[in-house]
């Protein structure tokens, strides 16, 4: 038979499994770089560029296309490491309070 107050409970537990979850994952940080290491970004758990370092031989107002697609790539790099490293964070975090449902992907919940 359903027991309703079990679920309550579990749904509680769950919520605050998540909110904990997300504040780890707002701490996390994950760099990406591109043209052999030459510009580097670093991005926070919630996606944020918080630090972009770029070799000055890159800075020649002739490369500055070159630079700009140097840039890009290393911050879709960082924002994908970030993006696997939340996941899995969020899947520890909250391992043992639901069961484990095919398909369901926690890393969706706003992260």
Same mark, same amino acid.
């Given at each position: 038979?359903?027991?309703?107050?079990?679920? @309550?409970? $579990?749904?509680?537990?769950?919520? %605050? =499994?998540?909110?904990? !979850?997300? +504040?780890?994952?707002?701490? /996390?940080?994950?760099?990406?770089?591109?043209?052999?290491? @030459?510009? $580097?970004?670093?991005?926070?758990? %919630? =996606?944020?560029?918080? !630090?972009? +370092?770029?070799?000055?031989? /890159?800075?020649?107002?002739?490369?500055?296309?070159?630079?700009?697609?140097?840039?890009?790539?290393?911050?879709?790099?960082?924002?994908?490491?970030? +993006?696997?490293?939340?996941?899995?964070?969020?899947?520890?975090?909250?391992?043992?309070?639901?069961?484990?449902?095919?398909?369901?992907?926690?890393?969706?919940?706003?992260?």
């Amino acid at each position: 038979m359903f027991d309703m107050m079990k679920m @309550m409970g $579990k749904l509680g537990e769950m919520k %605050q =499994k998540m909110a904990e !979850a997300q +504040e780890k994952v707002a701490q /996390l940080k994950a760099s990406g770089e591109s043209g052999a290491g @030459m510009v $580097k970004a670093t991005v926070t758990g %919630q =996606k944020k560029l918080v !630090a972009l +370092e770029i070799d000055p031989s /890159l800075l020649n107002p002739a490369d500055a296309t070159m630079l700009k697609d140097l840039i890009i790539a290393a911050v879709n790099a960082a924002q994908a490491e970030v +993006e696997v490293l939340a996941k899995e964070e969020m899947k520890k975090s909250t391992e043992g309070v639901l069961p484990n449902i095919p398909g369901l992907d926690l890393g969706a919940l706003g992260l």
